[in-house]
């Protein structure tokens, strides 16, 4: 017998991550292996995921393998070695919302004095609709309703109900894959089978569904972990899919929305009740239980569904409901809103479509830079159903498909006709747009169950990607003809990664044409295809010009080629510090790529973090890649940025930038230069709102601050709001004259900013006093030395009645931005 121990370092704790990748190390000894919580005095079988989620391992835990058969050397040296290399690996801090339920609401609903509930706005954004109720499932009080049955019956049921229910998992939606995936995971653990099997005296088959959820549930439910304890969701659902199953019928009663609704659950709405639901009517979701790592919440982010959790007193609101407003931005849920939350919520609305409206003619076009130069603006992906949705988010086309989706969480590689699938449908999709598939990159942090590599004492510089490919040749291969065929559904770029040496290069383009002709003499057609590599190892700067014979584009992945090129793991926190992608020689390295490559007539285009980097881009147009993969969302605000650059200019802050002595240097230079080049005046014909009706004074303020946001000069408009406001619980704002002038300094302000508001009625500006111009001032705190001075120049002249009258009869917002520039010396 053997024993191995070491301290949990994972920040969720042993979860169905770091169990499956155990379990997978696990499976293959003979030995019995038993991981022991020696601080909460629990244990379980390494071979199981779910026994090893049970026995309630959180960090900073005691543990022990215990490890004991005919090859427990083997398998002591195994888990040695991942504990050591690995393990830390396995997980990862999860994003974490704010929790937004205890933070001032904005001023203008305070003052609207709504009847609402808090909660926690995990999935972010704002619906409105009727309220649909639905109850918790209990399976033990339906089984009652089901006639009793003999063991031997129930044991067949069983077993069909779970193979139903394991087999459907191929069949559902494409679109949450990574949270059935997980959910697979657990229902194919043996120990699973065995609960659902295990309760031979329960009346009948559905009842022993509901001990099964009881049994599965009770460890997880003790757990200290908040993640632990909401993995429960998953095993009910799991359960309630095989209880469906085994019924031939829903659990619950039909429910579709056929209306704009707000879905409300009293415990926590479960993965399976989320998709059955999911319609264009579904505008958000109320839970009581459930948080950051709900699959549930995972799926409401994934499709842009309004989400919030921990809401735990809204029945005596909610059943008497007739209409809802969920906002989960600011953790909120309105009752039957009154007249000043519905003006609220049209406000809001009508801000979210100006900003919409801003991006949206940028979305189906190529951008240009100030001086006229193309920018094509791609996605990453790494599932092929992503594609409709990154070029509805205005992506030109796909500069990365991670194929590794394809091939991990199985125990074989998929066969050539799924790939081809895969691929022609992301090809089809693009209708002619740039597409670029990366060839299999499994290896150092993406191990593969199927492939059983060898261990190694550092993974990431060793055996994986391209340096695979020899060995596993068939799935090479497959994947080779399922690209190529997929060419005939439209152009594409085949992207090898981990390519060090000229040999490499000419085998990959050797093996591609080999195989193409085969394709050819099988009568299998191919399409227009290209050939490339990721340039993420140093050694490739020099042998470009050679490589040009062989290969049509590279394309630098950022990510690892800082990695390697300051010989330090991004992962590891002892090192993490020198990966930093603006130190000045990292820039001249991809500035002599960039430049090489196209000395050697070779297309080039940037994947990874730092395409996405707003303040990047002038230094990447300065090097001229003029080709950008990116995540999806950050599409449509790097190209705005992008529009206001100066290639010319870019080059000068590029050199200026290379020079520089370190990275805190590179970022100054880069602030300053985008300042310059984004500086927007204080007085614009934009911010001028004319003629406008309103029917209170925080209409007006929101209206102003709303404006501000849609025109990119603040950070926020609700906190640009809370700030005027602030300035008037001071004092009032209202000049005289019929003139008000709230005004405030705050560092959400980006650009100092003179708004004006021209009303067709007479507000009440509060004590009394009318106003029918509101003049606002809103001043970053940078400049606040400007604040009273133009603060002051404005009210002398608003004493001026032929100044007023101006402000109140020119009908040109150009002419009034002119004399307002013009009286305040602006």
């Known amino acids: 017998m053997l024993t191995l121990d070491f301290t949990c370092t994972l920040p969720n704790g042993i979860h169905a991550r770091p169990a499956s990748e155990i379990e997978q190390r696990t499976q293959t000894f003979s030995a019995s292996i038993t991981l022991i919580n020696l601080s909460k005095k629990t244990q379980a079988d390494a071979k199981s995921v779910l026994g090893m989620i049970g026995a309630d391992i959180t960090h900073g835990d005691l543990c022990q393998f215990l490890i004991e058969g005919r090859d427990q050397q083997a398998a002591f040296d195994l888990l040695h070695a991942f504990l050591r290399d690995e393990f830390e690996d396995c997980d990862e801090p999860l994003a974490v919302s704010p929790d937004n339920h205890t933070l001032p609401l904005p001023v203008f609903i305070e003052h609207a004095s709504p009847d609402y509930v808090r909660g926690n706005g995990v999935s972010k954004g704002i619906g409105r609709g009727i309220p649909v109720h639905i109850d918790v499932v209990d399976l033990l009080e339906l089984s009652r309703l089901e006639p009793a049955t003999d063991a031997v019956r129930q ?22 894959a990574p949270v ?31 001990l099964t959820a009881q049994a599965l549930s009770e460890p997880l439910l003790k757990s200290s972990s908040q993640y632990l304890r909401e993995r429960v969701i998953d095993i009910r659902d799991l359960c309630q899919g095989i209880a469906a199953n085994l019924l031939g019928r829903a659990l619950e009663p039909p429910l579709t929305l056929n209306q704009d609704s707000i879905v409300i659950s009293s415990g926590t709405l479960t993965p399976g009740q989320f998709l059955r639901l999911r319609n264009p009517h579904l505008k958000g979701i109320v839970m009581g239980d459930g948080g950051e790592t709900s699959h549930t919440v995972i799926l409401a982010r994934s499709f842009g569904i309004p989400l919030l959790c921990g809401v735990t007193q809204c029945d005596s609101i909610m059943r008497t409901a007739s209409m809802l407003i969920l906002d989960s931005r600011h953790g909120v849920l309105v009752a039957n809103p009154n007249a000043a939350m519905e003006s609220w919520y049209r406000m809001e609305s009508e801000k979210q479509q100006r900003i919409s409206a801003r991006s949206a003619p940028l979305r189906g076009q190529q951008v240009l830079t100030a001086d006229g130069t193309p920018v094509s603006v791609l996605a990453n992906i790494a599932l092929a159903v992503e594609a409709q949705g990154v070029f509805a988010q205005g992506a030109d086309g796909i500069g990365l498909f991670r194929t590794e989706m394809l091939f991990c969480e199985r125990s074989q590689a998929p066969d050539e006709e799924e790939q081809y699938q895969a691929y022609s449908e992301v090809l089809r999709c693009a209708a002619g747009k740039k597409i670029t598939i990366r060839t299999l990159d499994i290896g150092g942090d993406k191990p593969c169950d199927f492939l059983d590599l060898p261990k190694e004492e550092n993974p990431f510089l060793g055996y994986r990607a391209v340096r695979m490919y020899a060995q596993f040749h068939d799935i090479f291969t497959t994947q080779a003809r399922a690209l190529l065929r997929a060419s005939v559904a439209g152009p594409l770029n085949i992207m090898v990664p981990m390519v060090a040496t000229l040999a490499e290069i000419q085998w990959l383009h050797s093996q591609f044409h080999q195989i193409a002709d085969t394709l050819q003499q099988e009568d299998i057609p191919v399409g227009e295809w290209h050939l490339g590599i990721m340039v993420e190892v140093p050694s490739t700067l020099y042998l470009l010009e050679k490589a040009a014979k062989y290969l049509d584009f590279v394309s630098i992945g950022s990510n690892d080629l800082a990695q390697y090129f300051f010989a330090c793991d991004r992962g590891n926190p002892y090192v993490r510090h020198l990966y930093d992608y603006r130190n000045p020689t990292f820039l001249a390295l991809m500035r002599d790529i960039t430049q090489r490559a196209q000395a050697a007539g070779l297309a080039i285009s940037l994947c990874g973090e730092m395409a996405a980097d707003k303040q990047m881009l002038p230094l990447l147009m300065g090097m001229g890649l003029t080709q950008l993969s990116m995540a999806a969302g950050t599409i449509a605000s790097c190209k705005e940025t992008l529009m206001s650059l100066n290639i010319q200019q870019c080059q000068q802050l590029l050199e200026t930038a290379i020079f520089s002595e370190s990275s805190e240097d590179v970022s100054a230079h880069v602030e300053q230069f985008m300042r310059v080049q984004m500086q927007k005046p204080v007085l614009d014909a934009d911010l001028l709102l004319l003629d406008k009706t309103v029917s209170s004074k925080e209409e007006a303020i929101k209206l102003l601050t709303d404006n501000l946001e849609v025109q990119q000069r603040v950070v926020s408009g609700s906190l640009v709001e809370k700030a005027i406001w602030e300035r008037e619980a001071v004092f009032s704002t209202a000049l005289g004259f019929s003139v008000a002038i709230p005004h405030c300094k705050s560092p959400h302000i980006l650009h100092s900013s003179i708004s004006l508001l021209r009303l067709t009625t007479p507000l009440c500006w509060g004590e009394g006093v009318d106003v029918q111009l509101v003049i606002m001032l809103t001043v970053n705190e940078q400049e606040q030395e400007d604040h009273m001075k133009i603060f002051s120049r404005l009210a002398r002249k608003l004493m001026h009645s032929d100044f007023r009258e101006k ?15 013009t009286e305040l010396a602006l």
């Not at 069983?158 to 494409?174: H, P, R, S």
């Open 155 to 176: 044991q067949q049921q069983l077993k069909d109900a779970w193979a139903l229910t394991q087999k459907n998992f191929g069949d559902a939606d494409a679109g949450a």
């Open 180 to 210: 059935l995936a997980a959910q697979l995971k657990l229902l194919s653990d043996p120990a699973f089978k065995r609960c659902l099997l295990s309760h031979t005296t329960a009346r009948n088959a559905l009842q022993a569904i509901a």
């Open 807 to 821: 402000l109140y009869m020119l009908s040109d917002s150009a002419a009034i931005t002119a004399l307002l520039s």
